[in-house]
């Protein structure tokens, strides 16, 4: 079988977004590649047949939209190639290899086995079912400050779950309970999949809503790997969800959007306690922490 390889090269913000809609046209593989400190190219996988220029319609008329729904897109291209290799899957595979993050976490995909002598935390994810499967710096940024922070039987909130990677490493790393919000209807059910193939469905309630303003609990933890764009207008929220001696953890910052994030939770009070930084492909990616501001 020959295989077909589209390649949309587009905006940081509107990422998520075009990974998921890949996803829902049946891609065998979804790939990031940050380009520059403004884009990124995201690469699908499909069967070379009848369907692909339909495929290919149905994402330009996507493309087109976005602008409507307040996701700049900038200038997206798509780029189109063959792939002679009948072994793709395979060879697509091989390359996605474990990975360790933070002291004790460690992401492996589905079909790699675990060593008997592997002491780990296992997370385990399949890269090519959605965004957040931890092989791109905002995702390792949140694992590591998560299990920098979280303690045992605390509540978490995981806003934008994607995958649920952080809502499962948060029930493995010892939470009690995590509401899981996600507004894609589309990643609904791969959440679902992976909380279930982790063994920890029991442990989280998967909520699809507008972020923060769904919830009405209040946490120990509110984490969220999402864009500054996203992150603005759900400050205000946060004091009123957060337990006094609670911790918000933010990653999806650019370096040049910090300093605004600052002075959004200087002004809802709340402090900045921790920032960490990833560099890839000469981007620099962000997250911090923050809690309530002493008074």
């Avoid at 008329?61 to 063959?82: E, T, V």
């Avoid at 010892?174 to 990643?187: I, M, Q, R």
Wanted: aromatic share 6%.
């Amino acid at each position: 079988m020959h295989w077909a390889q589209i390649t949309v090269t587009t905006s940081f913000e509107a990422s998520e977004a075009v990974s998921n809609f890949l996803i829902e046209l049946d891609a065998r593989g979804v790939e990031q590649k940050d380009t520059t400190d403004a884009s990124t190219s995201l690469i699908a996988y499909y069967p070379l047949d009848d369907l692909i220029n339909t495929r290919i319609e149905k994402l330009r008329n996507f493309l087109s939209k976005l602008p409507k729904w307040g996701i700049q897109a900038h200038s997206s291209k798509i780029d189109l190639q063959r792939i002679e290799s009948e072994e793709w899957t395979e060879a697509w595979k091989s390359e996605i290899l474990p990975q360790s993050v933070g002291k004790n976490l460690r992401i492996l995909p589905t079909w790699h086995e675990i060593s008997p002598d592997d002491t780990s935390i296992h997370i385990r994810i399949d890269p090519g079912m959605a965004f957040g499967t931890g092989y791109h710096p905002t995702t390792r940024l949140s694992l590591e400050m998560l299990e920098q922070t979280i303690r045992l039987n605390q509540q978490v909130a995981d806003i934008g779950t994607g995958s649920g990677i952080l809502a499962i490493a948060a029930v493995k790393l010892g939470a009690e309970s995590v509401d899981a919000v996600e507004l894609d209807e589309s990643a609904i059910p791969v959440a679902e999949h992976n909380f279930k193939l982790n063994e920890v469905a029991e442990n989280i309630t998967l909520i699809q809503g507008d972020g923060i303003k769904s919830l009405n609990d209040k946490y120990d933890i509110i984490v969220g790997n999402i864009l500054t764009k996203a992150i603005l207008p759900m400050i205000p929220h946060c004091p009123a969800r957060l337990n006094p001696n609670g911790h918000i953890i933010f990653s999806g910052i650019l370096e040049n959007e910090l300093g605004v994030l600052q002075e959004e939770l200087a002004e809802n009070g709340l402090e900045c306690d921790r920032i960490t930084r990833q560099a890839e492909d000469e981007v620099l990616w962000i997250a911090l922490r923050a809690k309530h501001a002493k008074s």
